[in-house]
DNA sequence: ATGAAAGCGCTAACAA
DNA sequence: TTGTTAGCGCTTTCAT
């Protein structure tokens, strides 16, 4: 037994034809290894987990495309797990995924994340991404989510000649925060006063776009030629709700996104937005989790944010 | 051990306080359980593959989702993995399930999946889904893509006063056959004959739908005013292409897509398409999987083909 | 109602 | 260079 086993994994020592023989009988009988029993001997299960709330999110996805393009030369298995936004559900998964003895994990953190790994003392490896929780000493990455929106509405500042407004991000869902903080920045550095802001909640959504768009469309007190929505899917809306009230846009009101999701290139006018830089969150995710696999300590506490980058395009 | 395994898994008979001390004391020690162990024993891993091309395609991660959901209820947990439409990684991958032992495998085929499952005769449950393999005896799930073609081009025969063209999609992708075929029999029933077709190919991507309706704009030889495109993605780029020359749509040119991937409602103008039952595919399969999984064998030998269904919106 | 023992498939230490 | 043995963490007989 031993002999096959340093011939099936090439370690140590085995003679030659040995190792032929053991191949042949092998692939004859069809010998398939067992990774669960090798796991239990070494350790490792060479896997990584992944928790997500919506694996039907296009932003999501690409990320964790990024994360399998990482792992795949270390010989890692990507196991994910959809929450559905669900706490109960995350929870769950969060505990399937350490009896599952996962080498790593990747948090897509919801507004219930925090709880979770605060209940927990983690000798699971954890990495949080996209939302970063400013209340956990857990290593996270993301975009730096200030910056990309400050670069947006700074945009906007120029390109237009009143002041822009802000289709805004959840509440709970702690990326919103610092872009609504980079807009509102980003106006104050132009110049203008806190009267100037003019903030509707686009929800991270399609229809919560469309409908936020509607509402500074509907007020009309103020003249509007600029948009900074929080994130593309209410960008998405909120051109549609241009459209449905007879605008134009770049020419009437400039849009600026932000993610860069697929969808923003197909749309008209294209859209231009902050793409989050998907594959280099993914690699330094898989960096980090696999230096904490290893025992290494994470100095840095601070989450690594990481730049991202203004894509110009027809509606601003 | 044998009665703290009992109160753990509330099989057979332990004595209620003994249960619970077992109970308390797990918690106090933050004891979880090891999969890897468990299924040792019982030869389970409560866990199902996913092997799949691409994953950040709108698509076919709309299905995944389906999966998920389907067999979250039975407590599966899901392995995916992508091999980015690379054969040599897929062959790996579908090795690297077997080695998992994952209880079943859902594969998205691609030109090359024919070959390897030929190569192997599986233990294994396996499920093909979206794009059939013709010459494997394999159980298969997929929209009925023919019929779903043939719809879309009856709207566009009934809306449209010239014959319809058609932005086809791969020659090596088996999706696009039945749809191309589709198209013929439709303008055939409707008395059009094989001089009336118009074939390019789209390529299923959002450049080559783009490129394709640009070679048939530009051919000019004969009018056109509606186009079956054979999904979603080159649909949006045939889009694109109209505006860049000029072309309203619907007004002169009608257009369908295929699939319902979640931009298709989000464009300007937004597109009428047949939409594959996502969920429902994600069902099926997930049922299919655990009837074999549990040694059924699978009487019925034919793809099971779910009805597509056509979405009106402004495109046509 | 509980405990002792065997064994799932593998690797690593040790002996030969 | 190969074989023997122990043990990874669990479940399942079989005794008690």
């Not at 927990?120 to 975009?143: G, H, K, M, N």
């Not at 980090?288 to 990481?306: C, R, W, Y």
């Amino acid at each position: 037994m031993a002999t096959v086993s340093r011939a099936l994994n090439k370690s140590g020592y085995v003679k030659p034809e040995t190792l032929a023989r053991v191949m042949a009988v092998a692939s004859e009988l069809g010998y398939v290894p067992n990774r669960q029993a090798r796991a239990m001997v070494n350790g490792s299960t060479q896997t990584l987990g992944i928790l997500i709330p919506d694996m039907d999110n296009a932003l999501f996805m690409r990320i964790v495309r990024g994360i399998n393009d990482a792992s795949y030369p270390y010989g890692y298995s990507l196991l994910i797990m959809d929450s559905r936004g669900n706490p109960e559900r995350e929870g769950k998964i969060f505990r399937t995924m350490q009896e599952l003895r996962v080498d790593g994990l990747v948090l897509f953190a919801t507004p219930g994340t925090a709880l979770l790994l605060d209940s927990f003392e983690y000798p699971l490896p954890v990495v949080v991404i996209d939302r970063l929780l400013p209340t956990c000493a857990v290593p996270q990455v993301s975009v730096d989510h200030y910056r990309g929106a400050r670069d947006a509405v700074e945009l906007l500042l120029k390109e237009c000649r009143h002041p822009p407004a802000t289709l805004a991000g959840p509440h709970d869902v702690t990326s919103s925060w610092p872009r609504l903080q980079g807009y509102r920045d980003a106006l104050r550095a132009g110049g203008l006063s806190q009267a100037d802001e003019r903030i509707e909640f686009g929800e991270y959504t399609y229809e919560g776009g469309y409908r936020g768009m509607m509402r500074l469309l509907n007020e009309g007190t103020r003249l509007l030629d600029g948009v900074f929505a929080a994130n593309d899917l209410s960008a998405l809306g909120a051109l549609r709700a241009l459209r449905d009230k007879g605008y134009q846009c770049p020419e009437d009101v400039r849009i600026v996104g932000f993610d860069d999701i697929e969808a923003t290139r197909y749309v008209y006018p294209s859209l231009t937005t902050i793409r989050q830089p998907m594959d280099e969150i993914g690699r330094v995710a898989v960096d980090m989790l696999l230096k904490l696999a290893s025992g290494d300590i994470i100095v840095d506490e601070e989450p690594v944010l990481l730049p991202g980058e203004l894509i110009r395009r027809e509606s601003c």
